[in-house]
């Protein structure tokens, strides 16, 4: 087992405004994020260690944040259109898409692209979750036992897919994904 401290062993180092700028610099360059994700990371820091700054920690922390974003490392629009496209890649509906760019805290006008660009590709999305998890024309052999198919269109529901799409999908025969995947634009 790892020789580790426990949390309250571990010594509070003193943060200043400088290395909180430094500390914000260092997290955008490592991850895509979102301005709210940036302040609750930088917050979280400050909670963590002793602040001597000159001014308030919170006001350091909005100040660090506003500079990320006029040097145009933090962008929430362009956040919310990547994040959402990789959420849609993977199979994960619109529901899904919404509910993550509210908690990554993105508000509704920088994130109205994004939902609107997984709302047409939907189709496509829920072809290739049913694709990955074997739902559907994709799978081996079709499902007639009506506990099971409900579990498919709940694994539908928890992936962000409107049930209506779901049951359709799952209506199709195995095999018969051609005129789907036509419908949706897919190869």
Request: glycine content about 6%; overall charge positive; proline content about 3%.
């Amino acid at each position: 087992m790892a020789n580790r401290r426990a949390p309250s062993d571990r010594t509070r180092r003193p943060l200043d405004a400088a290395r909180l700028d430094e500390l914000a610099l260092a997290y955008v360059a490592r991850f895509a994020t979102s301005r709210a994700k940036l302040t609750r990371y930088l917050s979280r820091k400050i909670r963590e260690s002793d602040w001597i700054g000159a001014m308030d920690g919170s006001a350091a922390c909005a100040a660090a944040v506003a500079k990320m974003d006029r040097l145009g490392f933090v962008d929430d629009r362009q956040y919310a259109a990547m994040r959402g496209a990789a959420m849609t890649r993977r199979g994960l509906g619109v529901r899904r898409v919404t509910a993550q760019l509210w908690i990554d805290g993105i508000d509704s006008a920088d994130s109205a692209e994004a939902v609107e660009a997984a709302t047409g590709a939907a189709l496509a999305a829920a072809l290739g979750f049913a694709r990955r998890r074997r739902f559907g024309p994709y799978a081996a052999a079709m499902v007639t036992d009506p506990v099971l198919r409900e579990k498919q269109v709940a694994a539908f529901a928890r992936a962000g897919h409107s049930l209506t799409l779901a049951r359709r999908i799952l209506a199709a025969a195995p095999g018969d994904a051609a005129a789907l995947d036509e419908e949706a634009g897919l190869d």
